[in-house]
């Protein structure tokens, strides 16, 4: 028979054997040069999950043990482990640092041994509310433990995550991280992310900001049976992160983490791409077909052409000699701008992170305080990163039943971003802002750079155009990419904030009463400046300039200097909770949990964005007119745009749960939840505001019933779940809602004025997703196969009810369609 050690965190024990007992605390500090009368076996690293067989325990004592120096195998050891949260017996001694197991005689051994373990943590899945064994679980459930979260490196949370669990897999861009846990279960795209819990409650910052090795474990709850208790936040499934915290009678400890990565920087010739000459070729018997006559006959737009169709117009039309020609076209071919990206575009990137940390704990209080550092320099040069963290978590036992725990987490950061982008990328494209459709993409014979390394123009106008317009009074109207990494500065600040506090009142053993409260905030300070000599604002000064005029306002409508666009984000939570628990086991047969609880939820996000043009650092700022219409030399008169805007959201949840658990002798468990959420977001009508969700499942261990013997199958374990949960999306209200305008952007009559940005709909509800979940736990033999074999169906439920009251009136008829699904989605 086997026996099963789950996600065993890294720890010492040790095994010995003899006739007199060893109080190892005594000599905790040093154990290896103790002297020992009998064999000592140190169990230095578990491995995240071990077995042992019974048949031959020597052969696998010996296997796990390794070579350690010891003489004589264990003979004495035939079954060590028989139930993962059974307490020892007689046999065995327990302290704080150490498991120990003591055999007195040799031959009495097989029988002490029977119905002995070590006291080891089982492996405990967190949802946040609770933390429970996972024998105790009928939902679908996976653990990401400590040792396994750090196998990768990354300064974020999400780089520890990618790859780690084939459950949980991420469709990241370049702008966003998309995770999906089971696929798509909402409606809408942009809330198809699972819910990531922080410790007890919603994280509702910036995922990057986690730093990662204040992380303990991960858990992720996928089926509804697993993520209802998280109610209509939960449709995606939940991804509870659990940080580090000191124990109590824990001895000072210190940690230090010191990662650095170096990824060189990518092979762009392994891409499939056309060869210069192949590209030449292509181009050249399209011009000859005319493919291009409308970009070189263009009314008033003068869009950029490639170098190689200039070259070919100009010797059309005898502008260069056919010699000349020859010569320019040979040295088009032996140009392959991919050498330039690799050279002034792209480097070695090389990320660095330290942290610190140190955990302490007596008989009444006990505090971890750690502070991390990350500087990254990524792949494209002008892209770099910096984040300090701090986190402090406190527990203080005020008497024998009452306890109270405290955290304090502070994140800041700042980005830059002024890379134009990777080889391939829109920014680098032949195209103009009055007619962005006359374009090219970047042909691979261009070069960024000449052969002393000073950066070369990209068309963005026809050059013959920019050359002679404006007669020397317009600002030098060429593009070169290399350029704009030096005069762009695109930084984000941001800040964050998260306050703790738990108070529970332990009753008794089994019975618990908590009151929890958490305060969160992160500002966003996103800063785009432009500077003088950069691309955007030479561009967007000479469109606007007025050849004519007499006076220096007139001329300039856009004053000359930098353009600086700022972005601030502020967000603001607060949650309260209050929960009662029980987990208790009677005569070692039944086993019952259950929590109930009540809980109050505000998220506030404002976002304010402000432009500033003819900006410098040393001087004042420009006054710009926004109200009237300026002439432009491309293009039709228009305003200058002025870039302000102001948004401010509250949302107010309030929710009722509860969840219970019954197990008998670990081999029947059956379980129930149910959640009640409330919301502003849908209107008075108390049908449609709050949402009742719920969950049952039930479990059948059959490799814990005395008529099971397959030796094959150690482990096998039925499950079946059903139930409900939710998603939300707080870009849609019951409410109309109206944005109010500046005057500026009511041309030509220039006054304020106010528009429906989104009509109200008075049944607007909840999504609901319903899941049914058939699944088997097994172990093979030999450990030839271990796993979960399951069936998941799931279908969404309506979010618009498509009515008679003529709110939908003006809108798509394709909207109500919506509310229902044409059928399941799995």
């Known amino acids: 028979m086997f026996y099963r050690i789950y996600g065993l965190p890294v720890r010492q024990f040790v095994l010995y054997l003899g006739q007199d007992p060893l109080t190892m605390a005594d000599h905790i500090d040093d154990p290896p040069n103790l002297q020992f009368k009998f064999p000592l076996i140190p169990f230095y690293t578990l491995p995240h999950e071990w077995f042992l067989r019974s048949d031959n325990p020597e052969e696998q004592m010996l296997a796990i043990l390794g070579n350690l120096g010891q003489e004589e195998p264990v003979k004495v050891v035939e079954k060590i482990l028989k139930n993962i949260d059974q307490q020892p017996t007689d046999v065995g001694t327990k302290n704080k640092y150490f498991n120990q197991l003591r055999i007195t005689k040799p031959d009495t051994a097989k029988k002490q041994l029977t119905d002995t373990i070590f006291n ?60 999906q846990i089971r ?66 009678q824990q001895s000072i400890r210190v940690e230090a983490h010191v990662n650095y990565s170096y990824q060189q920087k990518p092979d762009l010739f392994s891409l499939p791409a056309l060869p210069t000459d192949a590209v030449i070729t292509l181009q050249t018997d399209l011009y000859r077909l005319g493919a291009f006559d409308s970009y070189l006959d263009f009314p008033g737009v003068e869009p ?170 317009l600002l030098d109207w060429n593009f070169r990419p290399l350029d704009e990494i030096h ?26 009463f908590d009151a929890l409260y958490r305060y969160q905030q992160q500002n966003i300070h996103n800063r785009d400046l432009h500077n003088l000599d950069s691309y955007y604002a030479r561009d967007l000064i000479n469109l606007f300039t007025n050849l004519t005029a ?60 402000a432009m500033t043009y003819g900006y410098d650092q040393r001087l004042n700022v420009s006054n710009v007119d926004f109200v009237n219409y300026f002439p432009r030399l491309l293009g039709s008169a228009s305003a200058i745009s002025k870039g302000d805007y102001y948004s401010d959201y509250q949302d107010r949840y309030v929710s009722f749960y509860a969840n219970a658990s019954y197990a008998y002798r670990k081999r029947y ?50 499950r079946v779940t059903y139930g409900y949960q939710g998603n939300i999306n707080n870009a849609f209200s019951a409410y109309t809602r109206i944005s109010y305008n500046s005057a500026s952007g009511n041309a030509p009559i220039n006054v304020p004025y106010a528009n429906v940005s989104q009509p109200g709909n008075p049944d607007l509800r909840w999504e609901k997703v319903s899941q049914v979940n058939a699944a088997v736990d097994y172990y093979v033999e030999k450990q030839l196969a271990t796993g979960q074999s399951g069936h998941l169906r799931q279908a969404f439920g309506r979010r618009y009810q498509h009515g008679n009251n003529g709110y939908d009136h003006g809108l798509s008829r394709g909207l109500p369609q919506l509310s229902q699904p044409e059928g399941p989605w799995g």
């Open 550 to 609: 007499s006076t220096e306002a007139a001329k300039y409508p856009v004053p000359v200097g930098g353009i600086l666009q700022s972005v601030y984000s502020e967000m603001a939570s607060h949650n309260l909770r209050g929960q009662f628990s029980i987990d208790r086991t009677f005569h070692d047969k039944y086993a019952f949990n259950a929590i109930a609880g009540a809980e109050l939820r505000q998220v506030q996000r404002s976002v304010q964005g």
């Open 304 to 473: 950029a052409l490639t170098p190689l169709i200039e070259l070919l117009h100009d010797r059309q039309f005898g502008l260069i000699s056919p010699e000349d020609s020859a010569m320019r076209v040979q040295s088009l071919l032996k140009q392959d701008v991919r050498h330039d990206f690799e050279k002034y575009v792209y480097r070695n990137s090389f990320n660095q992170q330290y942290q610190a940390a140190v955990s302490v704990g007596g008989s009444q209080v006990s505090d971890r305080f750690s502070v991390g550092l990350d500087k990254n320099m990524y792949n494209l040069v002008g892209n770099d990163y910096r984040r300090l963290t701090l986190s402090n978590t406190n527990h203080l036992q005020l008497n024998p039943k009452l306890s109270l725990q405290t955290g304090l987490q502070y994140q800041y950061s700042l980005s830059h971003d002024n890379s134009l982008g990777p080889y391939g990328t829109p920014n680098y494209d032949m195209t103009n802002s009055v007619y962005p459709s006359a374009s090219f993409a970047l042909p691979i014979y261009a070069r960024l750079a000449d052969d002393q390394g000073r950066p070369l123009a990209i068309g963005r106008y026809r050059q013959s155009y920019i050359d002679t317009v404006g007669g020397g009074q």
């Open 669 to 718: 468990t059956l379980y129930a939840s149910g959640r009640n959420d409330a919301s502003n977001l849908f209107g008075a009508k108390t049908r449609n505001k709050w949402r009742p969700l719920w969950s049952a499942g039930t479990a059948w261990n059959l490799s814990e019933e005395s008529f099971y013997h397959v030796d094959l199958l150690p482990l096998l374990k039925i």
């Open 120 to 179: 080891l943590d089982t492996v405990q899945i967190s949802t946040a509310y609770q933390k429970l064994s996972v024998e105790k679980l009928t939902g679908s459930y996976e653990k990401i433990s400590n040792t396994l979260f750090n196998r990768t490196v990354g300064s974020d949370v999400l780089s520890h995550l990618e790859n780690n669990r084939s459950i949980l897999f991420d469709k990241r861009n370049a702008s966003q991280p998309n995770l």
């Open 183 to 248: 696929g798509l279960a909402t409606l809408t795209e942009t809330i198809s992310q699972p819910l990531i819990i922080l410790d007890n409650f919603p994280y509702e910052g910036e995922l990057s900001q986690i730093n990662p090795n204040d992380v303990l474990d991960v858990s992720i709850l996928k089926d509804a049976a697993a993520a209802s208790i998280w109610g209509a936040k939960a449709g995606n499934g939940v991804i509870v992160i659990t940080t580090k915290h000191a124990a109590l």
């Open 487 to 512: 005069n762009n500065d695109q930084s984000a600040k941001t800040t964050g904030l998260i306050l703790d506090a738990d108070l529970a009142y332990q009753w008794n053993a089994g019975i618990r």
